[in-house]
Structures are given as structure tokens and as C-alpha cells.
């Protein structure tokens, strides 16, 4: 079985590991994990990871958040997959600090980067990992917030967390996203 992880953030040095950049993060941990390097490829940095016979290819969009979708839709016809056999990592304001949250379809939760795929897809049947950021900001000013680096406590917490998304999408792919959410959500 193949699946299709995309980590979304914003292809460009100033945003390299901001809180918005966590979906970029987490695939990076995950191919770290296993060796492998990301290589540039159409619409997207791309690695590839097999593990205990799945294949997991993971793509870190090159079209900036907003256009994210531009990029799944493409690899996903390329490696000829069903929205099914998709997961996005997303950062999440609406979830405490490293929460990690799957769920196997939804809405959009005004997130750009998931609007676009929900757009390019037609459907809003994909699996999602929502990676949660906090919501320490001041009142209008959350854009500043997401776009902004972490601070040195904020990643102490972060940091270890990224390996538990790696493992969540790793039981995706393995045992389902029942088995996933089951053992990570919340967690």
C-alpha cells in the first residue's frame, strides 16, 4: 500500500521552522528517521520512506501555503493515489501546545493551506494530522503569532513531540486512521 504525506508550510528561508512551518517539520523528522534525503521535484521537495512494506512518500510543497493544494493534487495523480490514501500535517492555533489531533476528514478550520486542497481535491475526505501551536497571542495578532519562530521553551516541548506525529503517521499507514487516532489523539 502507498500513501501520500504532505507536510504543509511556506517554501522560503524566513519561514523555516516558524509555527506554521510544523507540517514541514514533521516530515523532516520522519525522513531523518529512516535516512532519507528530500530531492526537489515538481511543485515540491520529496523523499520517499518504506517501512514494513508500505511506502510513504513524503512531499513538502514548494507553492507556499495558500497553494498547497496545487502540489497534492499533482502527486497525487502522479503516484496514482485516492484521496483516501492521503494525510496533510497542518499546524492547528485551536489545540494546546504539541497536541497531536487526526481525523479522517473535515473542514477546512479556516486553515489556507487545507482550503486549497479541499479546493484542488473536491472533497474533504483525506486524512489530516492537525499538529496543535497554542494560542498564546495577543487579540489580532494572530498572524504574527503563526508566522513567528518558536520560542526556546516553546520548542523544549516541541522538539520531542515531532517524533510522536512521525509514529502517528507511521500507525496511519500500518493500522488505519482508527488505530492512529486511537493512540495518538489527544496524546
Same mark, same amino acid.
Given at each position: 500500500?502507498?500513501? *501520500?504525506? !504532505?507536510?504543509?508550510? =511556506?517554501? !522560503?528561508? +524566513?519561514?523555516?521552522?516558524? &509555527?506554521?512551518?510544523?507540517?514541514?517539520?514533521?516530515?523532516?523528522?520522519?525522513?531523518? &528517521?529512516?535516512?532519507?534525503?528530500?530531492?526537489?521535484?515538481?511543485? !515540491?521537495?520529496?523523499? %520517499?520512506?518504506?517501512?514494513? $512494506? %508500505?511506502?510513504?512518500?513524503? #512531499?513538502?510543497?514548494?507553492?507556499?501555503? =495558500? *497553494?498547497? $493544494?496545487?502540489?497534492?493534487?499533482?502527486?497525487?495523480? %502522479?503516484?496514482?493515489?485516492?484521496?483516501?490514501?492521503?494525510?496533510?500535517?497542518? +499546524?492547528?492555533?485551536?489545540?494546546?501546545?504539541?497536541?497531536?489531533?487526526?481525523?479522517?476528514?473535515?473542514?477546512? /478550520?479556516?486553515? =489556507?493551506?487545507?482550503?486549497?486542497?479541499?479546493?484542488?481535491?473536491?472533497? &474533504?475526505?483525506?486524512?489530516?494530522?492537525?499538529?496543535?501551536?497554542?494560542?498564546?497571542?495577543?487579540?489580532? &495578532?494572530?498572524?504574527?503569532?503563526?508566522? /513567528?519562530?518558536?520560542?526556546?521553551?516553546?520548542?523544549?516541548?516541541?522538539?520531542?513531540?515531532? +517524533?510522536?506525529?512521525?509514529?502517528? #503517521?507511521?500507525?496511519?499507514?500500518? /493500522? /488505519?486512521?482508527?488505530?492512529?487516532? =486511537?493512540?495518538?489523539?489527544? %496524546?
Amino acid at each position: 500500500m502507498k500513501f *501520500l504525506i !504532505a507536510g504543509l508550510g =511556506n517554501f !522560503a528561508p +524566513d519561514y523555516n521552522h516558524t &509555527r506554521h512551518n510544523i507540517g514541514f517539520d514533521i516530515v523532516d523528522r520522519l525522513a531523518a &528517521r529512516f535516512g532519507v534525503a528530500f530531492t526537489s521535484r515538481r511543485f !515540491a521537495d520529496m523523499a %520517499k520512506v518504506s517501512h514494513k $512494506g %508500505k511506502s510513504f512518500t513524503l #512531499i513538502k510543497p514548494t507553492t507556499f501555503m =495558500n *497553494l498547497s $493544494g496545487k502540489a497534492v493534487r499533482y502527486w497525487l495523480g %502522479k503516484l496514482e493515489l485516492h484521496p483516501s490514501q492521503l494525510l496533510v500535517v497542518v +499546524d492547528e492555533v485551536n489545540l494546546p501546545l504539541g497536541t497531536v489531533r487526526l481525523r479522517p476528514e473535515g473542514s477546512d /478550520g479556516g486553515h =489556507n493551506g487545507l482550503m486549497s486542497i479541499i479546493e484542488m481535491l473536491g472533497t &474533504r475526505a483525506f486524512t489530516r494530522l492537525r499538529f496543535g501551536i497554542g494560542d498564546d497571542y495577543p487579540r489580532g &495578532r494572530q498572524s504574527d503569532y503563526v508566522l /513567528g519562530k518558536w520560542s526556546e521553551e516553546e520548542w523544549k516541548l516541541v522538539e520531542p513531540r515531532l +517524533d510522536v506525529a512521525a509514529d502517528a #503517521i507511521l500507525t496511519f499507514g500500518l /493500522g /488505519g486512521i482508527t488505530q492512529a487516532m =486511537n493512540e495518538f489523539n489527544g %496524546k
